[in-house]
């Protein structure tokens, strides 16, 4: 749970502050306007890091979903082989989330081609927009990273779904063996994880599923490329709000906090303006 949080915080702080893309799709490229442009980090650093992130937020909820179902479905503790197994098997998916798009890094092309190329293409771009000195081009070849994605996306999907359901059947094989109360608890608690992981997803799906119809079909849009970049940003931000709302436990830790907060500043001002 706490990776999830972490790695959807990275990442809306990655695109939102530090990167801050401005994207000419259905090419990847396109040059950053964040702060890590003005430290000298290289925009390919950058959007190597930026699609990566996104990966790794994929595998942080495959591993939340087959955590949940290893407790589940195991009532002791793990052995060391088990150990080992699984955290041999996170492992690579991680280093896979990491390196998948490396593949479209054999194949950069010069600046000047890539410019001259795409100020072909997209006629209504001006042509300033090209001359940025931080403007970058992954690939003339848009199907190197459609491969990538896709190969991502089958290869991490099927196993959050695959967990996901054996965590319910698990649920309800034990559903005759364990009190009314721990089967209600159980329930519960896999479905507002599904809620949580679920409908901040869609503000990942929708705008990915436009950038590869995008590079597939060379369809230009630029008003939608930058409403899909404000959707992978607030990914996030949505997450968080849903947790608070489908876990109590959250919600009303974080209503105390404020209102403990609330009550300090009132002593404080009783204090700072008593005789």
Not at 34 to 55: A, M, R
Not at 190 to 200: D, S, T, Y
Request: net charge positive; proline share 5%; glycine share 4%.
């Amino acid at each position: 749970m706490i990776m999830v949080h972490f790695t959807s915080t990275v990442l809306d702080l990655y695109l939102s502050l530090l990167t801050c893309p401005f994207v000419f799709l259905p090419y990847p490229a396109g040059y950053p306007i964040g702060l890590l442009k003005y430290l000298g980090v290289p925009t390919s650093i950058q959007v190597y890091f930026g699609v990566s992130f996104i990966g790794v937020v994929l595998t942080s909820l495959v591993n939340l979903f087959e955590s949940r179902y290893n407790k589940l479905s195991t009532n002791t503790e793990d052995s060391f082989r088990r150990k080992i197994c699984r955290y041999s098997i996170a492992a690579v998916l991680y280093i896979w989330a990491f390196t998948f798009i490396l593949p479209a890094y054999f194949n950069i092309p010069d600046s000047n081609l890539a410019i001259q190329v795409l100020q072909k293409e997209l006629h209504c771009v001006e042509g300033e927009k090209f001359n940025n000195p931080y403007f970058f081009c992954l690939t003339l070849y848009p199907e190197i990273a459609i491969f990538a994605i896709l190969l991502t996306i089958f290869l991490l999907v099927p196993q959050m779904l695959f967990h996901l359901i054996r965590s319910f059947k698990v649920i309800n094989k034990n559903k005759h063996t364990s009190s009314r109360r721990t089967y209600l608890l159980r329930f519960k608690f896999m479905l507002a994880l599904c809620i949580q992981v679920f409908v901040p997803m869609i503000f990942l799906v929708v705008p990915a599923s436009f950038v590869v119809f995008s590079l597939f079909t060379r369809y230009f849009n630029q008003g939608v490329t930058n409403l899909s970049l404000i959707f992978f940003a607030t990914h996030g931000g949505i997450s968080s709000i849903v947790t608070l709302i489908v876990h109590k436990p959250y919600r009303e830790f974080t209503i105390e906090t404020f209102y403990r907060v609330k009550l300090f500043r009132i002593a404080r001002d009783k204090f700072k303006y008593s005789p």
